[in-house]
């Protein structure tokens, strides 16, 4: 009875539970179920968001109600990026390098930018020049990986890109945009909730800076 007792006076504390500085005098059996059943819960590796007890005396709990955290907050309990989050934890400027200029569909630059056609990633080409999928050849390179591990991550879901190469002067002077380097990137169908998992994707992928830029897109961008 001592054993048991203190295997669930300890899995209580594992919880955060007050029972477990006030342990009633309950059943050989139900102590070890009850134990048991927190091993349990605990091996599943979810949150729990509630661990409520109800007792019929001092000696018999009438019942016991664990709340498991959804698979969401398992997402979160990842290593999504956070909201803002960059990786690495630099300057763009650090880790991709500065923009030598703007490139122009006339400079002989441009030549060297490729268009992806990549049937796996969906452009979202809102300009309708097929911009959004001109980039380098590194920055392409690394958005079919990711669009690998995407479709792996979720079925039925593919990675969308919203600008890569812009020539509309759509973003802040020195852009990486502008050399064909960086890209705005969602899933498609577009979920707020799968950013985080997608930008640590993205790291994985071999993307050199990773930044979960605000709640609708993650920036992504790559050295020369
Ligand atoms: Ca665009
Ligand atoms: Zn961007």
Known sequence: ????????????SEFGDPLAAAMPRIGNIQVRSFADALAAIKGSGLPVTRLQMRYD????????????ASE?????????????????N?????VSGAIAGRIKRTDPEFNDLVSNINTKIIFKDEEGTGADRMMSGRLKTGLDALAESVSSQWAGVKLRVTEAWDEDNEHSGESLHYEGRAADITTYP???????RLGRLAVEAGLDWVYFEDSAHIHVSVTK
């Open 57 to 68: 005396s001092s000696t018999t709990i009438s019942s016991m109600t664990v709340d498991l």
């Open 90 to 94: 630099q300057s763009e400027g650090t």
């Open 72 to 88: 969401d907050f398992e997402a979160l309990a990842s290593d999504d990026l956070a909201l803002y989050q960059k990786v690495p």
């Open 190 to 196: 577009v979920d707020g909730a799968k950013l985080g």
């Open 1 to 12: 009875m001592a054993d048991y007792r203190a295997r669930l006076t300890r899995a209580l």
